[in-house]
């Protein structure tokens, strides 16, 4: 592995996606884990998906850092994400089958917030009441769990260690079913509850911590961190396309404020980008190929959902996008992922700047709605090669290269890491 990543300083490293998600974080989170103690989540919940590959083995994981397949790495579960027991217990009992003592090395925040059965029934009458502007939720109560967090009326992992926490969810589920009127539920809840409380029992026997506090000490003692981000840039509630966008901070201040972290303690920053783009859902996507080729891309980049199963939209690259969503995490490295399935295509469009409201731009405006915007292209030679067996990046096409050259060129920072495939073993460093 190259020295490149290792921080120039002490500090916590954060590695986070710059576009609209899926761009392969889980895959280079567990490369780089060999060289950290601790790995943190940060935000999102079980909407996430980060697919890990190696020894011919498909992992894939929702809650859980992905950092937890490597035995000297301590895996946080941070206080910015939003916990379902069913699913993050289905989730460990997957793990365990490969890793029988994964447990040992996971800590849980008291302080992240529950998914309840009822945060999911929230979830599924907001999108129906959208109709045609529906924002493609995965469905799994998140924005509702978000939405109670910030209103102060959240249950936190912590509660269920209270002796009052039956009566606190009582109060919670009360007030759900009283919002949801005669909405006509698409599961039982009663069952649904009845797995809920079975799965509040295992987790109660696992290692509950007050995480920001196991963060701020293992910085203390000079332990190497990173904090793991989910979802992308372009779906952060505040600088994501809103409205389509997720229920939490996916930007590098988010790793702050979800693990208990000071700014002036963040070292590097690692920008993961598709060599293209892909979106899931509903929302503006400006470089989108609605079209054959944007299907062979999805087809050969096996472009739907780990977590929905959905089929991704894709696109060229876009880099007033990803200039933007360097700027506003302040990316030290970038990382390009999927270079491989653009192999075989004889030119590739990348977008430089938009024709916005009439005039030519190169920064992100404030909306991307198709009939404000137009792409501006620059036409690149791409590269028949199969990069998928290439060890040495010495060893790329040279329209590869100067692809990656350009990019760097347009962003200002350099690629240190080329995918060439899903397996861990697919990764060339450039630095």
């Given at each position: 592995?190259?020295?490149?990543?290792?921080?120039?300083?002490?500090?916590?490293?954060?590695?986070?996606?710059?576009?609209?998600?899926?761009?392969?974080?889980?895959?280079?989170?567990?490369?780089?884990?060999?060289?950290?103690?601790?790995?943190?989540?940060?935000?999102?919940?079980?909407?996430?998906?980060?697919?890990?590959?190696?020894?011919?083995?498909?992992?894939?994981?929702?809650?859980?850092?992905?950092?937890?397949?490597?035995?000297?790495?301590?895996?946080?579960?941070?206080?910015?994400?939003?916990?379902?027991?069913?699913?993050?217990?289905?989730?460990?009992?997957?793990?365990?089958?490969?890793?029988?003592?994964?447990?040992?090395?996971?800590?849980?925040?008291?302080?992240?917030?529950?998914?309840?059965?009822?945060?999911?029934?929230?979830?599924?009458?907001?999108?129906?009441?959208?109709?045609?502007?529906?924002?493609?939720?995965?469905?799994?109560?998140?924005?509702?769990?978000?939405?109670?967090?910030?209103?102060?009326?959240?249950?936190?992992?912590?509660?269920?260690?209270?002796?009052?926490?039956?009566?606190?969810?009582?109060?919670?589920?009360?007030?759900?079913?009283?919002?949801?009127?005669?909405?006509?539920?698409?599961?039982?809840?009663?069952?649904?509850?009845?797995?809920?409380?079975?799965?509040?029992?295992?987790?109660?026997?696992?290692?509950?911590?007050?995480?920001?506090?196991?963060?701020?000490?293992?910085?203390?003692?000079?332990?190497?961190?990173?904090?793991?981000?989910?979802?992308?840039?372009?779906?952060?509630?505040?600088?994501?396309?809103?409205?389509?966008?997720?229920?939490?901070?996916?930007?590098?201040?988010?790793?702050?404020?979800?693990?208990?972290?000071?700014?002036?303690?963040?070292?590097?920053?690692?920008?993961?980008f598709k060599a293209y783009c892909t979106r899931v859902g509903s929302g503006p996507f400006p470089t989108e190929l609605d079209n054959d080729l944007g299907q062979e891309i999805r087809d050969k980049g096996h472009e739907y959902g780990s977590t929905t199963g959905r089929p991704r939209?894709?696109?060229?690259?876009?880099?007033?996008?990803?200039?933007?969503?360097?700027?506003?995490?302040?990316?030290?490295?970038?990382?390009?992922?999927?270079?491989?399935?653009?192999?075989?295509?004889?030119?590739?469009?990348?977008?430089?700047?938009?024709?916005?409201?009439?005039?030519?731009?190169?920064?992100?405006?404030?909306?991307?709605?198709?009939?404000?915007?137009?792409?501006?292209?620059?036409?690149?030679?791409?590269?028949?090669?199969?990069?998928?067996?290439?060890?040495?990046?010495?060893?790329?096409?040279?329209?590869?290269?100067?692809?990656?050259?350009?990019?760097?060129?347009?962003?200002?920072?350099?690629?240190?890491?080329?995918?060439?495939?899903?397996?861990?073993?697919?990764?060339?460093?450039?630095?």
């Amino acid at each position: 592995m190259s020295n490149a990543v290792l921080s120039a300083k002490n500090g916590v490293d954060i590695l986070l996606g710059l576009q609209w998600g899926d761009e392969g974080k889980g895959k280079i989170v567990d490369v780089l884990t060999r060289k950290y103690d601790v790995v943190a989540r940060f935000q999102g919940g079980p909407n996430a998906g980060h697919t890990l590959e190696f020894n011919g083995i498909k992992h894939v994981l929702h809650t859980i850092p992905s950092g937890i397949f490597h035995a000297n790495a301590l895996n946080i579960i941070g206080n910015g994400v939003v916990v379902d027991p069913v699913i993050f217990c289905k989730e460990i009992d997957k793990l365990i089958a490969l890793e029988p003592h994964c447990l040992s090395r996971l800590e849980i925040s008291r302080k992240a917030h529950l998914i309840l059965p009822t945060h999911r029934l929230l979830d599924a009458a907001s999108e129906a009441a959208k109709g045609k502007n529906k924002i493609g939720s995965t469905l799994k109560g998140i924005g509702p769990t978000y939405m109670d967090k910030t209103g102060r009326n959240g249950l936190r992992i912590g509660d269920i260690e209270l002796p009052d926490f039956m009566e606190r969810y009582q109060a919670l589920k009360d007030k759900h079913m009283h919002l949801l009127g005669s909405y006509e539920p698409p599961f039982d809840l009663a069952d649904a509850e009845m797995e809920w409380m079975r799965s509040i029992d295992r987790l109660r026997k696992m290692v509950l911590a007050d995480t920001d506090i196991s963060i701020q000490e293992a910085y203390k003692s000079g332990k190497r961190i990173l904090a793991e981000g989910a979802q992308g840039t372009l779906l952060d509630v505040d600088f994501g396309t809103y409205p389509f966008v997720t229920s939490s901070t996916t930007t590098a201040a988010g790793a702050c404020t979800g693990l208990g972290v000071a700014p002036n303690r963040i070292g590097e920053v690692y920008g993961i980008f598709k060599a293209y783009c892909t979106r899931v859902g509903s929302g503006p996507f400006p470089t989108e190929l609605d079209n054959d080729l944007g299907q062979e891309i999805r087809d050969k980049g096996h472009e739907y959902g780990s977590t929905t199963g959905r089929p991704r939209r894709t696109g060229w690259l876009d880099l007033p996008a990803l200039r933007y969503a360097v700027e506003v995490n302040g990316v030290t490295q970038l990382m390009m992922m999927k270079a491989d399935v653009l192999s075989g295509l004889k030119n590739l469009e990348v977008c430089t700047a938009y024709m916005y409201r009439g005039e030519k731009i190169t920064h992100l405006p404030y909306s991307l709605e198709a009939d404000l915007l137009d792409p501006c292209y620059t036409t690149m030679p791409g590269w028949d090669e199969d990069l998928t067996g290439i060890h040495d990046v010495t060893k790329i096409p040279a329209a590869l290269e100067a692809y990656t050259k350009f990019i760097e060129q347009e962003t200002g920072v350099p690629v240190v890491l080329i995918s060439v495939g899903p397996d861990r073993e697919q990764t060339l460093w450039r630095a």
